[in-house]
C-alpha cells in the first residue's frame, strides 16, 4: 500500500521560509514524478511544482518561480519543497502527490497517489 506523508507546515510571518517533506512508502520512489498541489477552500487544486523522476526535468507554476525550490531524495524516498519569501497568498493545505508519467505539466488527475496534506499559513 502507497503512503505519503507530508510535515513541515506551520505559521510563519511574510518574508519568512518553510521547508514542507513528503516521504513516500510502498512505491519505487524513483521511478515516479512527484508534485507539490496546494489547495484552499475558495480555489481548486493547482500544481505548485513537479519533479520528473530523474530530477532533471523540474516545472513551477509562475506564482512561486524565484522563491519555491522542489528537489528529491530518491535514497531516503523523500520529495522537498523549500519555500522562500512567503506571502499571505501562498497559505494553503500543501500536498504531495506521485505519477508513474514522466510528463512533470500533468494535471491533479492524473497523479495516482497523494498525502494527506500539511497546512502552511503564512501572516502578514
Known amino acids: 500500500q502507497v503512503h505519503l506523508v507530508e510535515s513541515g507546515g506551520g505559521l510563519v510571518q511574510a518574508g519568512g521560509s518553510l521547508r514542507l517533506s513528503c516521504t513516500a512508502s510502498g512505491l519505487t520512489f524513483s521511478s515516479y514524478t512527484m508534485a507539490w498541489f496546494r489547495q484552499t477552500p475558495r480555489k481548486d487544486r493547482e500544481v505548485v511544482a513537479a519533479i520528473r523522476w530523474s530530477g532533471h526535468v523540474i516545472d513551477y507554476a509562475d506564482s512561486v518561480k524565484g522563491r519555491f525550490t522542489i528537489s528529491r531524495d530518491d535514497a531516503q524516498n523523500t520529495m522537498y519543497l523549500h519555500m522562500d519569501s512567503l506571502k499571505p497568498a501562498d497559505s494553503a493545505t500543501y500536498y504531495c502527490?506521485?505519477?508513474?508519467?514522466?510528463?512533470?505539466?500533468?494535471?491533479?488527475?492524473?497523479?495516482?497517489?497523494w498525502g494527506q496534506g500539511t497546512q502552511v499559513t503564512v501572516s502578514s
Open positions: 502527490a506521485a505519477n508513474e508519467s514522466g510528463n512533470t505539466a500533468s494535471p491533479a488527475k492524473d497523479y495516482m497517489h
